[in-house]
């Protein structure tokens, strides 16, 4: 049985692992994310190993890809331990793996070990849907501020929800304004229409997988129902 802490960066990962037998040894190793070196690493894993990441950008990916081959897999919670004030601004592979094997070996209670929910993959997709559609959002607000504070820059007073009626950009030439300024304002309804765009094809496909993924869901309930024995 072996306890591993993993500092996970963008382009390799560093595991401190702890080998409990009859002495206890330490190894570290750093493995890259292309096919050999991430190999290697898995085929280092054991079925009644443990395993602490860091709750970084790729954790949910990373643990996904070893948890089938492992007993444990925790994401530690490292924004819950500072707002305890816990010094964890740079947590490595060494305190995790402390961390870890303390919290496995004496008690397992939460407050010794903040971790991470890790939802499914058909959640991560839907929420990575979401940011993208807030994201065009933000976009267009953005582009309608730019629009309107050039406008204002250069004496025109039009309100906002004026910029989203037809023929709003015909009116732009007839703007007694420099060349440059409505250059700018060309551009800015550019990049509006396209978020508009994007923002509706992101929308469309929300619907689409969240009503997949419910039926999904409806189905394998029905059959867990079905399946489930008899009370009495």
């Known amino acids: 049985m072996s306890y591993l802490g993993i500092d996970l960066h963008s382009n390799q990962f560093t595991v401190e692992k702890l080998v409990l037998g009859k002495t ?5 190793n750093t ?8 190999g290697r690493f898995r085929e280092s894993l054991g079925k009644d190993d443990c395993v602490l990441v860091e709750n970084t950008f790729n954790a949910f990916w990373f643990r996904d890809q070893i ?3 492992i007993d444990t897999c925790l994401v ?3 924004n819950v331990a500072r707002a305890e004030g816990n010094k964890t601004d740079k947590i490595d592979a060494k305190h995790l793996v402390k961390k870890l094997t303390y919290y496995l070996m004496w008690g397992r209670r939460e407050e010794d070990l903040p971790t991470v929910y890790v939802p499914s993959p058909e959640i991560r997709e839907l929420r990575g ?3 993208t559609y807030q994201l065009h959002k933000k976009t267009k607000v953005q582009m309608t501020n730019r629009i309107h504070s050039i406008l204002k820059q250069n004496g025109i007073c039009v309100e906002r929800k ?3 009626k037809k023929g709003f950009e015909a009116r732009i030439d007839g703007f007694e304004i420099a060349e440059v300024w409505k250059f700018q304002i060309h551009s800015a309804l550019r990049a509006l229409k396209k978020a508009e ?10 619907y689409l997988w969240g009503t997949s993924y419910s039926k999904k869901r409806s189905s394998c309930c029905s059959v867990s129902v079905a399946a489930a024995p008899s009370r009495r």
Not at 24 to 28: G, H, L, P, Q
Not at 32 to 38: A, I
Not at 197 to 203: A, P, W
Request: no cysteine; glycine share 2%; net charge negative.
């Open 24 to 28: 206890i040894e330490t190894v570290r």
């Open 31 to 38: 493995y890259g994310f292309d096919d050999t070196s991430f």
């Open 67 to 69: 948890a089938d081959q």
């Open 76 to 78: 530690y919670n490292a």
């Open 129 to 131: 849907l979401f940011t």
């Open 162 to 164: 004026a910029m989203d």
């Open 197 to 206: 765009e994007e923002q509706r094809q992101i929308k469309d496909m929300i």
